[in-house]
């Protein structure tokens, strides 16, 4: 949201698209500046999405790409008097963002959101994956609740 405030201060008309779930929870008010658009993850609202993870997941995989498509097809033959998109900004885990701009002949950025620390984990996911962290095979699994001490460079997580 803050990278929009940048953009919405340069006089750039900023579409924010979240699914329905965390829209709600940012509960966020439309203006001449910036909209806001949506959709449905699949899941049900009550369903506990940081809690089940792999369900999250495979949802997402399923409806994120065609319903922002979607989005993009509608923002690329918007109304009259309101430009249409010209630029994707893109969490850099949505690489599928890449072939529907290509698509639509669209720039497309990719922001990094993790911190360092969340770069460097995933960099050293096959460290992680050698080593027995990941994946986690249940509830039993002895390497649940571990100190992951094998990333160089950085403390015990």
Known sequence: MQLAKIFISRNVLVT???TDFNHQRLNPESSNKIRFESFSD???PDHGRTLKLPEL???LLKHVPPNVERIVENLKHSAINVPP???I???GVLSFTQQIADKYGIPRIAFWTP???GFSAYFHTPLLMDEGYIPIKGENDQSRGQLISCIPGMTEL
């Open 57 to 59: 997941c495979q949802s």
């Open 89 to 91: 900004v893109a969490d």
């Open 16 to 18: 924010f698209v979240n």
């Open 42 to 44: 699949g899941l049900p």
């Open 85 to 87: 998109i010209s630029l």
């Open 115 to 117: 911190s360092a620390c």
